[in-house]
């Protein structure tokens, strides 16, 4: 099967996915957001109901793609995993069940950006961390591959800014319940100033502007890391969803 029949048969599978992402999301939410952890959710009225979208996640621990896929209530978030979760004997059952798509991190996973970009554009919400890896300590500069598919998809942009989530399974452990926040920030899209093909320069630029914004939606002002200035925050490339 060819990389584009591959994409194109990923894609079509998504209602048929939509019960076991609702049972699986209501099993986050109340097991989960009501007994294992204590959620907050803010900002949830700047995620849209529909349209190609994309949520840029910090990334500070293991948990934050489920913090997020149940926080989102009114779609359902479809996150990017590296490989080996598949293979994952606690977290793979569950990723295969929700039907994430993977990709081979420290590579250009060719077959994993053409997913997200399909995706995107055939109106999903996927998940992307444009850092790459988890960074507990703050944010860490950004990989431009959240910027090259949002571009080549006209996607919005959802920063999505996870606090508390540190060491939450060690408190567990102490029979406390982790108190974790879940920020939905202020959605925009790229300009692209009607460029086809965006420069790499441009991509870089677009990447630090909108992990600057995803650093304003961090209420942990202790956990903005590389981009805790924020004087340095430019909006050159951004257009706001009012």
Known sequence: MTLSAEVQQYVARQPSLAWRRRLLRGLIRTLGFKVLWDVEVTGAENVPAEGPAIIMMNHISALDPVLCMGAVTNRFVIPM?????????????????????????????????????????????????????????GLAEAKDGLAFVATKADAVIIPTAISGAVGWNKKLFRFQRPKINVNFGRPFKFKTHGERRVPREALAIMSHEAMYQLAIAVKDETRRGFYSDLSKATTDYLEFIS
Do not use: C
């Not at 929700?98 to 399909?118: C, P, Q």
């Open 81 to 137: 995993t590296k490989i080996e979760n598949m293979s994952n004997p606690l977290i793979g059952p569950f990723v295969r069940w929700w039907g994430s798509y993977t990709i081979n991190r420290g590579e250009i996973d060719r077959k994993a950006l053409t997913n997200s970009i399909e995706m995107v554009k055939h109106g999903q919400l996927i998940l992307i961390a444009p850092e790459g890896t988890r960074h507990p300590e």
